[in-house]
């Protein structure tokens, strides 16, 4: 589950998500280190790297490692979603959930180290400074950050004829350029 104001990127992103995808029982929750962690859900981790604590939004953090917005979970997440009561808020809390499973000792923690960029866009200013990180990326490397196509073609999902029938259905315009010209470069 991913909440939707949330962004990643970095390399080996998608190894790390095929391997979390893999897990049989219990929940993954990703964290990532920030120099502002009272604005986040915060996780603590024991010597060993296994999470003790994960608190929301703390006055004190116990550490600077934020919970991002991105979660593996087992079949058992919707029901304990369910056992949850609301928040002051009135909402359900994701951090509720999380806890729950640290509880059950079915709680995994996965850091995005340097090299990765999480953004949570939730504000004007942040969503701002998304869309400044993914012009800056692409217009410094020529690749375009999630291009669907681009992505099925890389996997095998469609060959090289699917992708320049799905640029030309495009016609003209720089995404359909872009789908055009990846097909002739080598990585």
Do not use: H
Request: hydrophobic share 40%; charged share 25%.
């Amino acid at each position: 589950m991913i909440l939707g104001d949330n962004f990643f990127y970095g390399a080996n992103l998608g190894a790390i998500l095929t391997r979390a995808a893999k897990f049989e029982s219990g929940a993954i929750i990703f964290a990532y280190q920030v120099v502002d962690p009272e604005r986040y859900g915060v996780v603590a981790l024991d010597g060993d790297g296994r999470p003790k604590a994960i608190i929301e939004k703390p006055a004190k953090p116990p550490s600077n490692l934020a919970v991002t917005g991105l979660y593996y979970y087992d079949e058992n997440a919707s029901d304990i979603a369910q056992a949850c009561p609301p928040s002051a808020r009135g909402e359900l809390e994701i951090t509720d959930v999380n806890n729950e499973y640290l509880r059950r000792g079915q709680l995994a923690v996965e850091r995005l180290g340097r090299g990765f960029a999480w953004l949570d866009t939730g504000t004007p200013q942040s969503l701002s400074q998304a869309s400044n990180f993914i012009e800056t990326v692409e217009q410094r490397q020529g690749l375009k950050i999630a291009a669907p196509e681009e992505i099925a073609w890389r996997l095998g999902l469609i060959d090289s004829a699917r992708l320049a029938s799905l640029a030309d259905a495009m016609g003209g315009g720089n995404y359909a350029d872009y789908l055009r010209r990846i097909l002739t470069e080598d990585d």
